[in-house]
């Protein structure tokens, strides 16, 4: 079964807020800024699902950055997230306070998942942690920039060590975290209760290869049809003119998962696809599969979590696709960021002319189950480095 397990993941909207100066002579520097948003000149402040943008100068001097103290921040120890009815904690948000001054020569997140009383959730399911940088009428509306992602392990327990330095100028101040688990079992299910969430980020204080000082998202987490001639994905995916923050190196960061089963080739959890981020006019491209699942994914599991998935392991975190694009923007003030996929049309769907090449012996009609809809989930931030 996909990351999705029986019923499918609705997407939330996900940005940055409004902007503040805060400079003392030896202090932090934050600036907000939001570049145009899918297509609209941004205000400070502006909602929808455009990209935003924030930087730190990380405690930096005219003689060059401070070293931070060391500290530990835990936004969330051992929180049940689970779904039972009109009890819906699928989404848990947590106030942390992260060091507000000095730059980090290494930032670790420690992220476990534990079984609840009544056992772990018996499907693997899609997962976040991100950081709210703007409230919504609803948290499916809220603006939530994504750090990391994973995959629930099939109902065992598992932790993992991510590295996330580049992102300090996020994780800076007061923030409002966010764990997100796309389970739908809780207390009482003969499928598990769900998870016990733990995310302690571990800050060692010190100069990095490279200072991270602006994180400007691109893309927001999104749920991206694929195979559908009347949802196109640059119709989900629209090009985007990022401003660039004053720096020396530019790397796009990106998490992209392919997820929905009992389509034409299996599209889109199991078929390999090459995707394509255009960084001006420079076309970068990767094929987005993961084929290391028996050796990379906790152990022990139940269920299909050895089989080669489209960028993500049952029991893994999600690795990013990292591209430098300093060369893109060389004396520029904007950079032009695009993405595709490789052409591909699921004539297994409930509105094909034609319904043919179902797999797994599904019909054209989306289940929720054994048939679901291909799609890609899909986020990218530019990081700026001094």
């Known amino acids: 079964m996909g990351a999705f397990g029986t019923r499918p993941d609705f997407m939330y909207a996900e940005g940055m807020p409004s902007a503040s100066i805060r400079a003392l002579c030896l202090c932090l520097i934050t600036l907000v800024c939001l570049p145009a948003c899918d297509g609209q000149e941004a205000t400070s402040g502006s909602g929808g699902s455009g990209a935003g943008g924030t930087s730190t100068s990380g405690g930096s001097t005219d003689t060059g950055p401070i070293p931070g103290a060391d500290a530990t921040v835990t936004p969330f120890e051992k929180t049940h997230v689970y779904f039972k009815g009109d009890d819906n904690k699928r989404i848990v948000d947590a106030s942390a306070s992260f060091p507000a001054e000095g730059v980090y020569s290494q ?61 300090r100028p996020l994780l800076s101040g007061e923030v409002t975290m966010r764990t997100f688990i796309d389970t739908w079992v809780g207390p009482g299910s003969p499928y598990g209760a769900g998870w016990l969430v733990t995310a302690r980020f571990e800050m060692k204080g010190g100069i990095p290869a490279k200072v991270p000082v602006a994180v400007s998202p691109v893309w927001e987490r999104r749920y991206v049809p694929y195979g559908d001639p009347a949802k196109p994905v640059n119709g989900t995916v629209p090009p985007q003119e990022i401003a660039l923050p004053s720096g020396s190196s530019y790397t796009l960061r990106t998490f992209v998962t392919g997820h929905g089963q009992g389509n034409l080739q299996n599209c889109a959890e199991f078929c390999k696809r090459t995707h394509t981020l255009t960084a001006g006019v420079t076309p970068y491209a990767q094929e987005i599969w993961r084929a290391d699942c028996a050796t990379t994914a906790v152990p022990g599991q139940q269920g299909t979590w050895k089989y080669s998935r489209a960028g993500w392991c049952p029991g893994a975190f999600v690795i ?28 297994c769907r409930p509105d094909a002319p034609v319904c043919e090449g179902c797999s797994l012996d599904t019909g054209c009609e989306y289940d929720g189950g054994a048939h679901t809809e291909p799609n890609y989930q899909l986020s990218t931030l530019l990081i700026t480095y001094q």
């Open 320 to 347: 990013p696709w990292n591209v430098d694009v300093t060369a893109d923007v060389a004396g520029a003030s904007t950079l032009k960021v695009e993405y595709g996929v490789e052409d591909y049309e699921n004539t």
């Open 107 to 167: 930032i670790l997140l420690h992220l476990s998942l534990e079984c609840p009383m009544g056992g772990c959730d018996a499907w693997d399911r899609f997962a976040s942690l991100g950081i709210v940088v703007e409230k919504g009428a609803t948290p499916e509306e809220d603006r939530v920039i994504e750090i990391a992602r994973y995959i629930t392990p099939y109902k065992v327990a598992a932790s993992w060590d991510i590295d996330v330095t580049d992102l």
